[in-house]
């Protein structure tokens, strides 16, 4: 299958070499710091190739290392770390070209239409994948409307929308198999919708009612599922990447035929851990598929003000990473890619970095007010101009698949649905008190057991100033059952 745009790397040939002890003195004293003590400015010279310096090239991990070769005359430095450089007399500092930034690769524009007919997409194969797709996308949209409301009538205690981003979250979801591994920022609640995550577990995390898998520890939008390969969200940023990279580092290891995908913002790309992340992945060839969601936004920090250079798609290049930019507002671009970047990774046992450029509709979180620093017409002409809900809309009418009777009929279900777990999971009783205590240790410690010991004791003389009942097991629960 071939890309429109290709993934991009840097140029590191196949065939590495060896650096020759016959390197001319003079030369071979620039090399004498990074070379090994065996290879000093004054040692004899040899003849050609009949010497090689333990310098060596990794692999990405499989644990052989090929020796890199110098041969004397050569018109290229031959080095690790730049294995194929042409030497040159011009003086030049390079940077990449602000007129030319790498392409953004589409499947279908924003009207529904097919701009790439070498996708190699069999659409009619995928009729019920894309019904799955667009229903997904919906459902999350009219989810984020619903739940934003409830966080601003007090009933939850936060939010975090993903207007305007559906397409990425849903279309890679849809590319990836149920064995992959994924770490997830916050804003990708369609990854966990497309794989089977349901309305009432949802609910559950959000309102942290008993039900919640995390057992009310974590802020609403945490969501995990140990079920669905779905590690639960982390709020320091960009702490999922290096777990990532080392998850598919252990599926290598074990020979698992999956990879691991993590999510993140470009903001989160100027933490440490990203770099961390890449670099270990890109040397040690760890099958993880980086999936960066450039919304134009960290918080109120647009991108022109966060980095310079050509986006976060240039870093990949850099760190020697199968690196591609795509349209995520296109479900179908992001469906390919990913699809592509899965195997690239399982097969040639290496990381893929996409960039998904796309437009943060929504405030940051419900703790943010974006008209605070961007202009409402800013966010209004983006949410006329594009949307991958409505261009998916767009692709399937084109195709007789779908009418406004249809929209209409998903939009009034799925509400309803939404609704019917929302009030059950605003009814339902908080977890028990004594997960206070429980699922910290692995038993819990005899500090714990005195700290129970002395809420049980509080609650026996002053239970009545609370209100126990909204807790699974009222003021019983507070100790842990044995
Ligand atoms: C280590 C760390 N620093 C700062 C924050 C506060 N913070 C939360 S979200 C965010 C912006 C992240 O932007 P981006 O990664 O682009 O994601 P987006 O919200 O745009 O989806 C910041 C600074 C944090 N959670 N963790
Ligand atoms: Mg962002």
Redesign the pocket.
């Known amino acids: 299958m071939s890309f429109a745009a290709p993934f991009r790397r840097s140029l590191i040939p196949r065939t590495t070499r060896t650096i020759a002890s016959r390197y001319p003195c003079s030369k071979r004293r620039c090399f004498a710091s990074v070379t090994s003590s065996t290879t000093t400015p004054e040692a004899p010279r040899e003849p050609e190739g009949t010497r090689e310096v333990p310098m060596t090239v990794g692999d990405g991990g499989s644990g052989t290392v090929r020796p890199v070769r110098q041969r004397h005359g050569s018109d290229r430095l031959v080095f690790p770390g730049a294995v194929n450089s042409k030497f040159t007399n011009r003086l030049q500092f390079r940077m990449s070209d602000p007129n030319e930034a790498i392409e953004t690769y589409r499947v279908m524009d924003t009207e529904g239409q097919i701009v790439d007919e070498t996708h190699g997409l069999d659409f009619e194969g995928l009729k019920e994948q894309t019904l799955k797709m667009y229903k997904s996308m919906v459902t999350i949209s009219i989810m984020d409307q619903i739940m934003y409301d409830s966080q601003r009538q007090g009933r939850i205690s936060f939010y ?1 929308v993903n207007a305007g ?1 559906e397409g990425i979250a849903v279309g890679s979801a849809a590319a990836l198999s149920e064995q992959d591994v994924i770490y997830a ?3 990708e609640a369609g990854v966990l919708m497309y794989r089977g995550y349901t309305l009432e577990e949802f609910m559950a995390q959000c309102f942290s009612n008993k039900n919640d898998d995390g057992k009310g520890k974590n802020m609403p939008i945490h969501y995990g599922s140990r079920r669905l390969n779905f590690h639960p969200i982390s ?5 999922q990447l290096p777990h990532a990279a080392g998850a598919g580092y252990a599926l290598k290891l074990e020979g698992t035929p999956a990879c691991a995908v993590t999510y ?8 440490g851990d990203f770099h961390a992340a890449l670099n270990i992945a890109a040397t040690r060839g760890c099958p993880t598929v980086f999936i960066c ?7 109120s ?1 647009p ?1 022109l003000e ?1 980095y310079k250079g050509d986006g976060i798609a240039s870093r990949g290049v850099g760190y020697g990473i199968d690196t591609i930019r795509v349209d995520g507002n296109d479900a179908w671009a992001v469906y390919k890619v990913t699809k592509e970047a899965r195997e690239i990774a399982i097969a040639q046992k290496k990381p893929v970095l996409i960039e998904a450029m796309s437009y ?1 509709v929504s405030h ?2 419900t703790s943010d007010d974006s008209f605070a620093y961007r202009a409402r017409v800013e966010v209004e002409d983006w949410k006329r101009r594009d949307n991958p809900i409505t261009r998916m809309r767009k692709f399937m009418e084109l195709r007789n698949w779908w009418d406004q009777d249809k929209d209409t009929q998903l939009r009034t279900q799925a509400r309803k649905d939404l609704l019917k777990a929302f009030n059950a999971a605003e009814r339902e009783k908080k977890p028990a008190i004594s997960n206070l205590w429980e699922d910290v240790y692995d038993k819990p410690t005899k500090d714990q057991w005195a700290q129970m010991e002395e809420m049980k004791d509080i609650l026996d003389r002053y239970g009545e100033e609370y209100d126990l009942d909204m807790y699974d097991g009222g003021k019983g629960g507070v100790v842990i059952k044995k």
Not at 235 to 239: D, Q, V
Not at 264 to 271: D, H, K, L, Y
Not at 293 to 299: S, V
């Open positions: 975090i981003e920022q916050y804003r709020s320091p940023l960009a702490t993140f913002g470009e903001g989160a790309a100027s933490e969601r450039n919304n134009g936004y960290a918080i920090t991108t966060q943060r940051h979180s």
